[in-house]
Nanobody, 127 residues
Framework: QVQLVESGGGLVQAGGSLRLSCAAS????????MGWFRQAPGKQREFVAS????????YYADSVKGRFTISRDNAKNTVYLQMNSLKPEDTAVYYC????????????????????WGKGTLVTVSS
C-alpha cells in the first residue's frame, strides 16, 4: 500500500513559479514510476509528466514541455513538479500517482489506470 500526499499548490500570477511535492509512504517508493496529472474545472483529467523509478526517464505533455520539470528523491520518498512560466490555463487540481508496473511512456498516454493516487493540490494562476 502506498499513500500519496501532495503539497505546494496555491495562487500565483501568470509568469510565476511553483514547486509541487508529493510525499509517499512505504519502503518501496523507489520501485514505482510516478506521474503528475491535472484536472481543470469542467474538464477531464489529463497527463502532465511522468518519471521512472530512477529518475532517468521522463515524459511531458506538450502543453508543459520546457516549462515544467519532474524529479524525484528516492531517499526522501518524494516526487516534485517544478512549474515555471505559469499560465492561467495551468489552473487545475494537480494529482500525483504511482504505479509499480507501468513505464513512463504508458503513463504518458493519460488513460492508464494508475495504482495509487493522491488527493490533489489546487494551483490557481491569475492573469
Amino acid at each position: 500500500q502506498v499513500q500519496l500526499v501532495e503539497s505546494g499548490g496555491g495562487l500565483v500570477q501568470a509568469g510565476g513559479s511553483l514547486r509541487l511535492s508529493c510525499a509517499a509512504s512505504g519502503r518501496t517508493f523507489s520501485s514505482y514510476a510516478m506521474g503528475w496529472f491535472r484536472q481543470a474545472p469542467g474538464k477531464q483529467r489529463e497527463f502532465v509528466a511522468s518519471i521512472n523509478w530512477s529518475g532517468g526517464r521522463t515524459y511531458y505533455a506538450d502543453s508543459v514541455k520546457g516549462r515544467f520539470t519532474i524529479s524525484r528523491d528516492n531517499a526522501k520518498n518524494t516526487v516534485y513538479l517544478q512549474m515555471n512560466s505559469l499560465k492561467p490555463e495551468d489552473t487545475a487540481v494537480y494529482y500525483c500517482a504511482a504505479d509499480s508496473k507501468a513505464g513512463t511512456a504508458v503513463i504518458a498516454q493519460g488513460d492508464y489506470d494508475m495504482e495509487y493516487w493522491g488527493k490533489g493540490t489546487l494551483v490557481t494562476v491569475s492573469s
